[in-house]
């Protein structure tokens, strides 16, 4: 029991210390990228003298001297300190990821990249960086920088040493932060594909979103052009009714006689007269009907591009005759090569066109 209660407590303190650590490393990376930022070479630094003891860096005096000394030995690959303490901050939190690009290493492989990135990135720096006009204590690269720079130059020319240079601070990257190169351009890969389909998604959405509101317009457009079609003025047709016979009541009926004993057939029937005749039912076709069926034979002939006008229905027992009368121009051959045409489109058995 009291073993494990010892045991509980080392780790508790251990826990502490790691993140009294951390937030030790977060404490000195805030400070050294204030006291490089802040520098100044009208500061007093153990490089150079000045008159006055003003001190305009935001560190102080020891901030003044901390960025003047890191500037003359490493020159602007100095700023890679600041990224050291906060790497070694995240990797803390990130080593257990199974899944991370990043992969788990000894503080002193770490170290070791990290002193092969920064005299790698101060050398290139010399070779390369070395015409921007930017205050230093000494030259771009620093004091270490010229001189590798110099060394490699002179070795493998200023070409091979830029490679050499490009390929250390690769390597030295990797060991330092624990990158998988390989994983980071596999991660990039998927971003960038990811990143192409939803763009490709997006513009055939719009696409068809724009298409659609093009189909719109032209139904809208079509069915406006319609309406003004049916809405055209057309004048009365004169619709002739048939003539029904009055049928005689039933009353007339049994008043009338029929004579029982005039003209006596040989037969021994009797005769048909006596029998009462069939009530006959006429179907009479509406007026309306007969309107709607004229404008609709104008329409259908219109489609087919021939223009008519009806300007007379007559209704039949068995058939109704409409009587049109074509524009300037139509023929009456044309009309007659379009009748089996009309009858489908009206629905109808036949039609029978009769030239007058």
């Given at each position: 029991m009291a073993e494990a209660s010892g045991e509980l407590l080392a780790n508790r303190l251990f826990s502490l210390l790691r993140e009294s650590r951390w937030i030790l490393l977060v404490a000195c990376a805030l400070y050294f990228t204030v006291a490089l930022y802040g520098y100044d070479r009208a500061d007093p630094a153990w490089s150079h003298s000045v008159g006055g003891m003003h001190i305009s860096n935001p560190g102080g005096a020891f901030g003044a001297y901390l960025s003047d000394l890191l500037f003359y030995v490493f020159g602007f690959s100095a700023w890679w300190w600041v990224l050291f303490m906060l790497q070694r901050v995240w990797a803390g939190y990130h080593n257990l990821r199974a899944d991370s690009i990043f992969s788990k290493r000894t503080l002193w492989v770490s170290i070791a990249g990290f002193i092969v990135l920064l005299l790698s990135s101060s050398a290139l720096e010399a070779i390369r960086l070395h015409s921007m006009k930017v205050a230093l204590p000494l030259v771009h690269g620093g004091m270490l920088g010229m001189e590798l720079g110099k060394a490699l130059t002179r070795?493998?020319?200023?070409?091979?040493?830029?490679?050499?240079l490009l390929a250390l601070i690769a390597a030295g990257f990797s060991l330092f932060s624990?990158?998988?190169w390989l994983r980071f351009v596999d991660r990039l890969g998927e971003l960038l594909e990811t990143a192409y389909l939803r763009a490709r998604l997006a513009w055939q959405t719009r696409q068809d979103k724009r298409i659609g509101m093009q189909a719109t317009h032209?139904?809208?457009?079509?069915?406006?052009?319609?309406k003004k079609k049916r809405v055209e003025d057309h004048q009365p047709i004169y619709?002739?009714?048939?003539?029904?016979?009055?049928a005689r009541s039933a009353r007339a009926a049994e008043e009338k006689q029929a004579p029982?004993?005039?003209d006596m057939p040989d037969s021994p029937l009797p005769p048909l007269h006596l029998l009462d005749q069939a009530a006959q039912h006429v179907e009479v076709v509406s007026a309306d009907t007969l309107e709607f069926t004229s404008r609709l034979i104008e329409r259908k002939l219109k489609d087919f591009g021939v223009e008519v006008k009806v300007v007379a229905a007559y209704p039949g027992p068995v058939i109704t005759r409409?009587?049109?009368?074509?524009?300037?121009g139509v023929k009456g051959s044309q009309i007659t090569n379009?009748?089996?045409d009309l009858a489908r489109a009206l629905s109808v058995v036949s039609i029978r066109l009769v030239e007058t």
């Open positions: 070795v493998f020319g200023f070409t091979g040493a830029t490679l050499l624990g990158l998988s032209e139904r809208v457009a079509v069915v406006e052009e319609e619709i002739e009714m048939p003539l029904l016979e009055v029982l004993f005039s409409y009587e049109i009368e074509p524009a300037v379009l009748v089996k």
